[in-house]
C-alpha cells in the first residue's frame, strides 16, 4: 500500500500562489504517475494535472495551463503543485493520486492510491 499526505492548503488572495505538496510512503514505487485532481462545492472531482515518473510528460486540464505547474521530487517521494494566478474559481479540496499507468493518464478510475485531500480557498 502507498500512503498519500497533501500539504500546503490554505487561504489566499485572488491573484496569489500557493506550493501544495503531496508525501508518499509505506511500499512506494517508482513506477507512478502522479496526478492532482480538485473538488469543488456541489461539484464534481475533476482533472487538474499530472506527471510520468521521469517528469518528462505532463497533462494539464485547460482551466489551469499557464498558471499551474506539476513537479516531483523522487528523491524525496514527493509531488508538487505550484498554482499561481490563483482564482475564486479555483477554491475546492486538492487530492493528489498515485497511478501504475506508464504515462499520465487524466481519469480518476486509472489512479489506485488517494491522499485525504487539502483545502484550497480563493478570496475574490
Known amino acids: 500500500q502507498v500512503h498519500l499526505v497533501e500539504s500546503g492548503g490554505g487561504l489566499v488572495q485572488a491573484g496569489g500562489s500557493l506550493r501544495l505538496s503531496c508525501a508518499a510512503s509505506?511500499?512506494?514505487?517508482?513506477?507512478?504517475?502522479m496526478g492532482w485532481f480538485r473538488q469543488a462545492p456541489g461539484k464534481e472531482r475533476e482533472f487538474v494535472t499530472a506527471?510520468?515518473?521521469?517528469?518528462?510528460?505532463?497533462n494539464n486540464a485547460d482551466s489551469v495551463k499557464g498558471r499551474f505547474t506539476i513537479s516531483r521530487d523522487n528523491a524525496k517521494n514527493t509531488v508538487y503543485l505550484q498554482m499561481n494566478s490563483l482564482k475564486p474559481e479555483d477554491t475546492a479540496v486538492y487530492y493528489c493520486?498515485?497511478?501504475?499507468?506508464?504515462?499520465?493518464?487524466?481519469?480518476?478510475?486509472?489512479?489506485?492510491?488517494w491522499g485525504q485531500g487539502t483545502q484550497v480557498t480563493v478570496s475574490s
Open positions: 493520486a498515485a497511478s501504475s499507468i506508464t504515462l499520465p493518464p487524466t481519469n480518476r478510475a486509472a489512479y489506485n492510491y
Open positions: 506527471i510520468n515518473w521521469s517528469g518528462g510528460y505532463t
Open positions: 509505506g511500499r512506494t514505487s517508482s513506477h507512478y504517475a
